[in-house]
């Protein structure tokens, strides 16, 4: 069974940083690539980032270009994603999610429950 656990999320100040992370597991983790999906309230979910199955190719969308970093480490199954300088429009659930493909490709065959981020002073 596929399983992928967030954690990381809470409450920050804006201008501060959160590192979430992912825990996966079920599948053959180094083959996929993973993906960072958020989803703020009243709207629809928004992609955030995703990095290859080796580690060596990452994207971002534009607004947390400079401020996020994903990561992942395939000998312990895990993948990060380090946010800095936080804004207020970056408050949203933060959802961890595998590609069914080695890249990224906007498209998810699994999710994790979910972790909440708040920025607000």
């Known amino acids: 069974e596929v399983q992928l656990v967030e954690s990381g999320g809470g409450l920050v100040q804006p201008g501060g940083s959160l590192r979430l992370s992912c825990a996966a597991s079920?599948?053959?983790?180094?083959?996929?690539?993973m993906s960072w999906v958020r989803q703020a309230p009243g709207k629809g979910l928004e992609w955030v980032s995703d990095?290859?199955?080796?580690?060596?190719?990452?994207r971002y969308e534009d607004s947390v270009k400079g401020r996020f970093t994903i990561s992942r480490n395939n000998a312990k199954n895990t993948r990060n994603l380090q946010m800095n300088s936080l804004k207020p429009r970056d408050p949203a659930v933060y959802y961890c999610?595998?590609?069914?493909?080695?890249?990224?490709?906007?498209?998810?065959?699994?999710w994790g429950q979910g972790t909440q981020v708040t920025v607000s002073s």
């Open positions: 990095i290859n199955s080796g580690g060596g190719s990452t």
């Open positions: 999610a595998k590609n069914p493909h080695p890249w990224g490709d906007y498209v998810y065959n699994y």
């Open positions: 079920g599948f053959t983790f180094s083959s996929y690539a």
